[in-house]
């Protein structure tokens, strides 16, 4: 026990966190050069867009079949061959000759892409101690942020290299994770059950009968929408077209969006462990849905980056606590490959969609009509977690042994212990694991 009373998280939780660290750092480095690369074949703005777009829409299509192979194969094996993936194909990039190489490539690595990010939230998952999943998914969300600010300060420096050099350095830094991973977790539980004839999945139609996982799929598609594509699309038109700023100030605002996400993110996922999910799932949501309309209704440029650390502050309170959610649905004893697919598809569709309709809606009224719809996306998140059951205080789908029944010990779960002991839910037996011995 360290001096919180808190048991030490395992060894490949924090193998798990590095390696996400120097993932995401590796995107941010290439994320920025990628379409000025495009362009360098010749190609038109347009064209070197699609780059981008070729790497999201293959993560969306392929999500289903990684979380298939997770449940066939284990979540070590595809985190592994993901990562091994995404590694040779941006290697390959730095050496393509033509723009449609580059293309496909570009494609290979969202495969990748989405078999690693499945995976690795089975990982977290499975790996996790129940009681401090939130503390987990915190501290994983804020290496992910911290690595992707990092990388494009680092490929600024990196600049004087040419354009190919960011994707060496990436594949590098990709296949020194891999052997990381690699060796870290082979002898770890999971790989014992990688291998175990009887070991449990659950789908997504068993994940569709629980209202909180509904509730989950609609919140990340909202946040797919607001975080990841209208903030991205609309924020920096906003702030030239409307506010008349030169264009180096939407990258200000992103920061300032980016610092007020980093302000909660580290601490929001271990207070979701001792209130509950919900109570930071609803504020996170309503938070996050003022600040995006307070975008659009922006009169100059303080009012805008004020807004933007506001709704940064709501996406830090409830994403840590919205991927732990979905693992306390799953439950670590359980592979939920395909339910955690169903999860980023939802965000992926939302980041998708999102600029579209709601560039639409900019484009034929306003800028701030359109984030008043965005913003009013994450109000109907809010009040669908408002009316479904708290996640820690129902039994997973594949319960887990290891969650606290100590009311004393984690005030926010009287109930787990009767819910756990008791086969309350049809089938609810049939996947409860043999209890292990305490040491």
């Given at each position: 026990m360290n001096k919180s009373g808190r048991a030490p998280l395992p060894s490949e939780i924090w193998v798990l966190i590095a390696a996400a660290f120097c993932i995401s750092m590796g995107f941010g480095l290439v994320s920025p050069v990628l379409p000025q690369?495009?362009?360098?074949?010749?190609?038109?703005?347009?064209?070197?867009?699609?780059?981008?777009?070729?790497?999201?829409?293959?993560?969306?299509?392929?999500?289903p079949v990684s979380g298939r192979l997770v449940q066939l194969l284990g979540e070590r094996r595809i985190y592994l061959v993901g990562l091994l993936i995404v590694a040779i194909s941006t290697g390959a990039s730095a050496f393509a000759q033509t723009y449609w190489q580059l293309m496909v490539l570009r494609s290979l690595g969202g495969v990748g892409s989405t078999m690693f990010t499945v995976s690795s939230m089975a990982l977290v998952i499975r790996l996790s101690p129940p009681a401090e999943r939130g503390r987990v998914t915190g501290l994983w969300s804020t290496c992910f942020l911290i690595g992707g600010l990092s990388g494009p300060l680092v490929g600024?420096?990196?600049?004087?290299?040419?354009?190919?050099?960011?994707?060496?350095?990436?594949?590098?830094?990709?296949?020194?994770?891999?052997?990381?991973?690699?060796?870290?977790?082979?002898?770890?539980?999971?790989?014992?059950?990688?291998?175990?004839?009887?070991?449990?999945?659950?789908?997504?139609?068993?994940?569709?009968?629980?209202?909180?996982?509904r509730a989950a799929l609609w919140s990340n598609f909202a946040n797919g929408a607001a975080v990841f594509g209208v903030r991205m699309a609309l924020v920096p038109l906003l702030v030239v077209e409307v506010l008349g700023q030169p264009s180096g100030m939407a990258g200000v605002a992103l920061t300032v969006f980016a610092a007020g996400n980093a302000t909660v993110l580290f601490f929001s996922g271990r207070l979701s462990d001792t209130y509950g999910r919900r109570p930071l799932l609803i504020s996170g949501a309503l938070v996050c849905g003022v600040g995006t309309?307070?975008?659009?209704?922006?009169?100059?440029?303080?009012?805008?980056?004020?807004?933007?650390?506001?709704?940064?502050?709501?996406?830090?309170?409830?994403?840590?606590?919205?991927q732990a959610a979905v693992g306390d649905i799953i439950g670590s004893r359980a592979r939920g490959g395909t339910m955690?697919?169903?999860?980023?598809?939802?965000?992926?569709?939302?980041?998708?969609?999102?600029?579209?309709?709601?560039?639409?809606i900019a484009q034929r009224l306003s800028y701030g009509a359109g984030l008043a719809v965005t913003g009013s996306l994450l109000a109907v998140a809010a009040l669908a977690w408002f009316i479904v059951p708290e996640p820690m205080q129902r039994a997973s789908l594949a319960s887990d042994p290891e969650r606290p029944t100590d009311p004393a010990a984690h005030p926010i779960a009287p109930e787990i212990a009767a819910a756990e002991e008791s086969a309350g839910s049809p089938g609810e037996s049939a996947v409860r694991p043999p209890a292990e011995p305490k040491h």
């Open positions: 690369f495009a362009l360098s074949f010749g190609v038109g703005v347009a064209a070197a867009s699609a780059i981008v777009s070729a790497f999201a829409a293959m993560r969306l299509l392929f999500a600024g420096a990196l600049a004087g290299f040419g354009l190919r050099a960011p994707f060496l350095i990436y594949a590098v830094a990709l296949l020194i994770a891999v052997a990381v991973v690699y060796f870290n977790l082979r002898d770890s539980r999971i790989t014992e059950s990688e291998s175990a004839a009887d070991v449990t999945t659950v789908s997504f139609v068993q994940g569709l009968s629980r209202p909180e996982y309309t307070g975008l659009g209704l922006a009169p100059n440029l303080t009012w805008l980056l004020v807004t933007s650390f506001v709704a940064g502050i709501g996406s830090g309170l409830f994403t840590p606590a919205q955690l697919a169903g999860f980023q598809m939802s965000q992926d569709l939302g980041t998708v969609l999102g600029p579209i309709v709601v560039g639409a």
